[in-house]
């Protein structure tokens, strides 16, 4: 049985992963990858707009956008044996905003500044000179971004060592 970035999106990981463990047969194996939105970076060249950021992707709101790092606690708590565990940082460093608005299978920049306005961490006013600095970074070849994502593979305890 497998998760992929869907743990995410809910605010209870928790009992979704002690569901997987109640359906999952004997024995059986579970895979369950996500991200850490908290390992989330941007580098335009302009610090105070990359700790906004940072900042901001720290914050769990509604959802466990951070879940990633905690995969291993998560499937072990609910009984699950964990038999490897991996992680892997995606870095974009080239984009041409002139050719989409988003980095190559990310969301663009524009949404990501509306996230951060709903997050109070960018004024309504600022989105604009949020969204023209960043393209500007990346047309002149000064732009990167890191996201790190984990996995954890486990399987079902046998019945006498739970
Ligand atoms: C980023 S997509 C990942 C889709 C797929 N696992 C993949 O790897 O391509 C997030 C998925 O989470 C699902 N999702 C979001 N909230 C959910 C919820 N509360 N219960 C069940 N699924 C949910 C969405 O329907 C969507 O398919």
């Not at 060249?45 to 990633?68: F, P, T």
């Not at 460093?93 to 969301?107: E, H, I, L, T, V």
């Not at 109070?120 to 890191?146: I, K, N, P, W, Y």
Request: net charge negative; charged share 25%; with cysteine.
């Amino acid at each position: 049985m497998r998760s992929e970035r869907t743990l995410q999106w809910l605010n209870d990981p928790a009992a979704a992963v002690a569901e997987m463990s109640r359906v999952v047969r004997p024995q059986g194996r579970i895979s369950v990858i996500d991200t850490d939105w908290s390992t989330f970076s941007i580098d335009v060249g302009d610090d105070v707009l990359a700790a906004r950021v940072r900042n901001a992707m720290r914050d769990e709101r509604g959802r466990s956008s951070n879940i990633g790092r905690r995969l291993h606690d998560l499937v072990r708590d609910v009984g699950f044996e964990p038999i490897a565990g991996t992680q892997a940082t995606q870095t974009w460093s080239s984009w041409n905003p002139n050719d989409s608005p988003a980095p190559d299978g990310c969301f663009s920049l524009r949404s990501l500044a509306e996230d951060l306005v709903a997050r109070d961490q960018l004024a309504a006013e600022d989105c604009d000179r949020f969204v023209t600095t960043t393209h500007e970074a990346a047309l002149r070849g000064q732009f990167s971004m890191t996201l790190t994502m984990y996995a954890v593979v486990a399987t079902v305890k046998p019945p006498h060592e739970t």
